[in-house]
């Protein structure tokens, strides 16, 4: 297995290439389907509802507010991530950005690729964030813990409440070099 110090990781734009959104177009099933166990009451619907992956992810590539993110190991497609910037009003005076979806493929877990792709992202848009996971997958909310507590230093506020773990915290550069 690969050392953690020798992975070379990025994040690039999703819009800039029809292969990276072709590419998760393919594995956005492997992501509900790592979600359907959960219970969660919402991902096993989609197509029950009328909605279908390909519908999902053509909202997020017309969504001006949404950033569609491929994360890449060694200039291989490894998993992907949408950033979503919240709209001016109420909810933004608590955070300016949110991650809407996060995923790495099976076989690139456990590599540190996560860890670092977050942390690219969360430099790459500066600013207010919130992240929230359901109780019920605690498999994200030991890595957001994980994560937060290294790139804050632990300056983030958790709330926990109607079966969701909700993090708010300040990102970016600065961020962490003044905490």
Do not use: C
């Not at 959960?38 to 001006?64: C, K, M, S, Y």
């Not at 990102?171 to 905490?179: D, I, L, Q």
């Amino acid at each position: 297995m690969p050392s953690k110090s020798l992975v070379t990781v990025s994040v690039r734009d999703a819009r800039a290439s029809e292969a990276d959104r072709l590419w998760i177009e393919r594995v956005y099933r492997d992501y509900l389907d790592d979600l359907a166990p959960l219970n969660t009451g919402i991902f096993p619907v989609l197509g029950e509802v009328g909605h279908r992956e390909p519908d999902q992810i053509a909202r997020w590539f017309g969504d001006p507010s949404a950033f569609p993110l491929v994360i890449v190991k060694s200039a291989e497609p490894v998993g992907f991530a949408m950033v979503v910037r919240a709209a001016s009003g109420a909810g933004a005076r608590e955070a300016s950005y949110r991650m809407a979806e996060f995923f790495v493929s099976r076989p690139s877990r456990g590599l540190g690729i996560g860890n670092i792709a977050a942390q690219l992202i969360l430099d790459r848009f500066a600013g207010r964030w919130e992240i929230v996971e359901y109780l019920r997958n605690p498999g994200a909310v030991s890595f957001w813990r994980r994560v937060l507590a290294a790139y804050t230093r632990g300056n983030f506020q958790e709330r926990v409440a109607n079966g969701e773990v909700r993090q708010v915290f300040e990102s970016g550069r600065a961020a962490r070099v003044s905490s």
